[in-house]
């Protein structure tokens, strides 16, 4: 079946470090991928988001570009601050009114 | 953007009560909505799907007449935990999809649940 894989962390940074969260999937057909994010003892929220190869998502510093030939959906920033703390899950819907199939969700501690 | 509110954010109860928890779309309708669950540092994981007028579909392994989902209206549904145990404990999110917005669902803020 449709799943999403991904680095399970927990991941330490220091502040200004760089970030990449890897996120591969395995589904058929042409899913919708996203990052959602939970910031501590919060709902989830939409980061970013991309519905077809080679889209990439951006919002608040944060990348990830839809690769369909290696099923990847790494999440990328160039340099993290301590509110970026909190818990990140990969996920994928295979059409419009499905599903979410999220990834285990990584999490990451920024310091000071 | 749309939002999705749930009620309440927090409720403790005592084991055997129900609880009841409400999700609903403040500003569109909801034909479906979804129900999830996530276990303390767990992932989310579907219990059902919730259709406006007809009954929801569980997924393999939740027990149907526990968590008892009714979807009334375009704007509501509600999650019924019955005969409430400890191990019933966790994060219950739901979410809904704004119609003619492709592929993106919008969650609510969650319900934490404890059984004592």
């Known amino acids: 079946g449709d799943s999403v894989t991904q680095m399970e962390g927990p991941v330490t940074l220091s502040e200004e470090a760089c970030l990449t969260i890897n996120c591969t999937y395995t589904a058929t057909g042409y899913p919708s991928l996203f990052w959602y994010v939970q910031y501590p003892g919060e709902g989830l929220q939409l980061l970013l988001k991309a519905t077809k190869a080679d889209d990439k998502g951006s919002n608040k510093g944060f990348e990830a570009t839809y690769r369909k030939e290696t099923t990847s959906f790494h999440l990328e920033k160039g340099s993290v601050q301590v509110s970026d703390s909190a818990v990140y899950f990969c996920a994928l819907t295979k059409t419009s009114y499905d599903k979410v199939i999220f990834g285990p969700g990584t999490s990451l501690s920024v310091i000071p | 953007g749309a939002v999705v509110s749930q009620h309440p954010s927090r409720v403790i109860c005592k084991s055997g009560t129900s609880v009841k928890i409400e999700c609903r779309s403040l500003d569109f309708q909801a034909t479906t909505m979804f129900w999830y669950r996530q276990f303390p540092k767990k992932s989310l994981m579907l219990m059902a799907t919730s259709n406006e007028g007809s009954k929801a579909t569980y997924e393999q392994g939740v027990e149907k007449d526990k968590f008892l989902i009714n979807h009334a209206s375009l704007t509501l549904s509600t999650l019924t935990v019955t005969s409430a145990h400890p191990e019933d404990s966790s994060f219950y999110i739901c979410?809904?999809?704004?119609?003619?917005?492709?592929?993106?669902?919008?969650f609510g803020p969650g319900t934490r649940l404890t059984v004592t």
């Open positions: 979410s809904a999809f704004l119609r003619g917005r492709d592929y993106e669902q919008y």
